[in-house]
């Protein structure tokens, strides 16, 4: 694969992890994930009776936090563009009121102002577009509200660096290979390569119109969760 993949590519990539996603997600992270998205839901401020969208929502995992969280009064839609996570979404929360739909993130089929908050967990990392997207979300989000963006982040102390980069290189992409997925996990280090410092990131979505950004540095800075409010 190039360096900077093509959304097809990418899309496709995601299709074929899609079986195998969820495991290894709780494996790879110790189970840590959901609290880092369990975070991401807090600082987005859902509450009981929002509408919320959880952006390229994969096999649903904020999405099904968030509904929890907005209750019964509420209203959670989840948005990608791989079919296969989104089938997978769909048969693992079928009790819960959120609406699945297969579109592309640079492209929201929403109004304006639509939104009361916004998730997006490993998903700006691979969007083609990061400006682009950030506007797309702040587009969507209603005036005072809050996205609450979770993605890998680079730590700034050089061996916590080098552990992250180890834990990439011996322990993620091997066990992924063991699924048969080397090449589609092998492609997280690159996009970090090239993805945006914390404050790299502030100053594109102050850029893209929102009003307020920060980047909160998580787990030992090996994450970061940007909250950027409209
Ligand atoms: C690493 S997964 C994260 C899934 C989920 N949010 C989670 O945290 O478990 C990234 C997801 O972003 C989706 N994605 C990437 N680019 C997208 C785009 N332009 N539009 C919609 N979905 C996109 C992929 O299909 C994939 O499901």
Known sequence: MSSSPQPQEIQAIFDRIAPK????NNGLSLGLHWIWKQMAVKWSEARPG??????????????????RQVGT???VYGVDFSRQQLAIAQARAPHLPITWIEGDAL???FADQ??????MSYGLRNVVDISASL?????VLKPGAKAAILDFNRPQNSQLRAFQQGYLDYFVVPTAQRLG?????AYISPSLDRFPTGSEQVDLALQAGFEQAVHYA?????????????
């Open 218 to 230: 998580i787990a030992v800075g090996m994450m970061g969760v940007l909250v950027a409010q409209t």
């Open 107 to 109: 492209h929201l089929p």
């Open 181 to 185: 997925l080397r090449e589609e996990y």
């Open 50 to 67: 929002s509408i919320c969208l959880d952006l390229c929502c994969g096999s649903g995992d904020v999405a099904q936090l968030l509904a």
């Open 21 to 24: 996603y969820d495991q290894l």
């Open 73 to 75: 009064t509420g209203k």
């Open 135 to 139: 506007k797309e979300i702040r587009r």
């Open 114 to 119: 639509h939104f009361d908050a916004l998730t």
